[in-house]
């Protein structure tokens, strides 16, 4: 190898009569291709090799995952997927884009001339891949939004950890920009109170409204991590919104992993536990997902539902999640508009950029 290698791949030259583009990175966390063991076996290996995910020592968890995990999981996990996978695939992959695109469309008609588009932590278009294609086509700032709108280190901390190692690799970086929390914003609040009261103007109204949140280890709450009074928060303005007492609705965490104490109290138990305590009907809604995904559609709206039915209860409803409802595009709008201030959104011929160029090639062949 030779000493004069350089670690950065190789880019075309900076055109310095481009106009400067801006633009809008939408994360999520990801998704295997296919409803398949083979192609769930590499998302879950990807997933689960994140240290901000796994924080135990890598050797240990190394034994662990390649030896227990990968050998067994896949194959349940797939048959997972595959009760909810639509003719288009996978119903996250699906939502994100949807969102993606009419986030686009929201800011075009807001007088914003930028590019969005949306990546996956995990899986594929990988984060790298479309920071990739925006310098490609001449993005010179970038926006990262996750679609997560409670921070955590294990998903919010982890989408920025990938466009540092994107950038780590790259000559000419873009100017970043990131978009750390939304949990208490009024659009996000506004649109997930409409989402619910929609429902019940449809369905009537439970007897208790679960606020279903994706369960982090508990020592993460020790060790730093706002994600759990973020979570908190939440419920509380969504309450508010809603008008409902500290009797009418419960906060609850799910999708635990392994046999460590995770942030309490856990959703089916305490599904499980209403349904013993007499309460009739419960309408479930899952505040921390912006589109419906494995953990909404298959844990929530079937496992969930069949814990509390089998266990006393008459009647189970789940609320989906915000995914294209026009409140929440607005929202999602008015955030991104708000964290692009100062950056030039509106497209247009760089006069100066390019007269600077043409004068720069006289004086190249002036020299030569």
């Known amino acids: 190898m030779s000493l004069l290698a350089s670690p950065f791949q190789p880019e075309p030259p900076f055109n310095h009569a481009q106009a400067a583009r801006t633009g809008v990175l939408y994360c999520n966390l990801g998704t295997p291709d296919a409803a398949t063991a083979a192609a769930v076996r590499p998302y879950l290996r990807q997933f689960l090799s994140d240290h901000r995910v796994i924080e135990i020592p890598k050797v240990v968890w190394k034994v662990i995952l390649h030896g227990i995990i ?155 991590d706002p994600y759990h009074c973020e979570c908190h928060k939440t419920a509380r303005l969504l309450a508010n919104a809603l008008d409902l007492t500290k009797e009418q609705y419960k906060l609850t965490f799910q999708s635990r992993l392994g046999r460590a104490q995770w942030l309490e109290p856990y959703t089916e138990p305490s599904l499980m536990a209403m349904a013993k305590a007499g309460v009739q009907r419960v309408d479930v809604v899952c505040p921390g997902f912006t589109s419906d995904c494995l953990e909404t559609l298959e844990e929530i709206a079937m496992e969930g539902k069949a814990a509390f039915l089998n266990a006393g209860g008459k009647e189970f409803h789940y609320i989906p999640c915000l995914n294209g409802e026009p409140g929440w595009i607005t929202a999602l709008g008015s955030l991104v508009q708000t964290h692009l201030q100062g950056w030039p959104t509106q497209a247009a011929p760089d006069t100066q950029a390019l007269a600077d160029t043409q004068t720069r090639a006289k004086a190249l062949g002036a020299v030569q």
């Open 70 to 224: 990968l050998r067994t999981r896949p194959k349940k996990s797939a048959a997972k997927y595959a009760s909810i996978w639509t003719p288009q695939g996978s119903p996250l992959r699906t939502g994100t884009a949807q969102q993606a695109t009419l986030l686009q469309g929201w800011l075009g008609e807001h007088g914003h001339r930028v590019q969005v588009d949306y990546a996956m932590r995990y899986g594929s278009p990988s984060i790298a891949e479309q920071l990739d294609k925006f310098k490609a086509n001449g993005v010179t700032r970038v926006l990262i939004v996750p679609a997560y709108p409670q921070y955590s280190g294990t998903s919010t901390a982890s989408v920025f950890d990938a466009v540092y190692d994107w950038a780590r690799q790259t000559r000419n970086i873009p100017e970043l920009r990131f978009v750390n929390r939304y949990h208490d914003d009024p659009g996000y609040i506004a649109a997930l109170a409409r989402r619910i009261r929609s429902h019940w103007q449809q369905h009537g109204r439970p007897d208790q409204l679960v606020m279903s949140f994706h369960g982090v280890p508990a020592r993460t709450l020790q060790l730093g």
